[in-house]
């Protein structure tokens, strides 16, 4: 069997759930790579999937990732929308680069922990590790940070093989879009940086 008909085989398998969650988070990153608020909506009909999806996997360091973004999401409508005090995009200061660290580093301790003695996991600190930087990250998106996109590419990089590795090969194939987008994204976000420092500049 070539590895093409496999791929199409297993795309033909893929359960209709799983369509949908692919569907609906294909939507929120290219919303969000507009920078338009409206990502939000499509990312929480995706993850609420997903979390039952990656549960059933036993990928449950992912599966409370989803419920994370779940929470990120309703935050990010409201940071994205007040239109008292907007949130431009910008470059993270050296104190929120601190904090996504820290979010990463007290993350992958206590889920990697949890998974290795709580879970039958058979890949807890991979688990983990894609978790743990995808949360730094997200919390740098809902910042409208643009360092967001290269936290969460590095996420992404992990997480394909271990995807295809549990039987989710149409969603490894979409973390094979975010990274594409999430390149795409930086920069765009910073050609908008750029356009409103020289707004700023005149």
Avoid: C
Wanted: hydrophobic share 55%.
């Amino acid at each position: 069997m070539s590895f093409i008909q496999h791929v199409l085989d297993q795309f033909i398998a893929t359960p209709f759930w799983e369509w949908i969650a692919f569907l609906f988070a294909l939507t929120q990153v290219f919303l969000a790579y507009l920078n338009k608020p409206q990502n939000f909506y499509a990312g929480i009909l995706s993850v609420v999937i997903y979390a039952w999806l990656f549960f059933e996997a036993g990928l449950y360091a992912e599966s409370l990732l989803n419920l994370y973004y779940l929470v990120i999401s309703i935050t990010g409508i409201f940071i994205w929308t007040r239109t008292s005090n907007p949130n431009p995009i910008s470059y993270s200061t050296a104190k929120q680069l601190f904090i996504a660290f820290t979010i990463f580093v007290v993350s992958l301790g206590v889920i990697f922990y949890v998974l290795k003695n709580y879970t039958p996991s058979t890949v807890p600190f991979q688990d983990a590790l894609v978790a743990s930087i995808a949360w730094s990250g997200s919390w740098l998106l809902m910042k409208r940070k643009i360092e967001n996109w290269l936290v969460l590419n590095v996420s992404n990089l992990i997480a394909i093989p271990l995807q295809y590795s549990k039987g989710l090969e149409l969603t490894s194939l979409l973390t094979v879009v975010y990274f594409i987008m999430g390149i795409a994204g930086y920069w765009k976000w910073r050609k908008i940086i750029k356009a409103n420092s020289d707004v700023i500049a005149l």
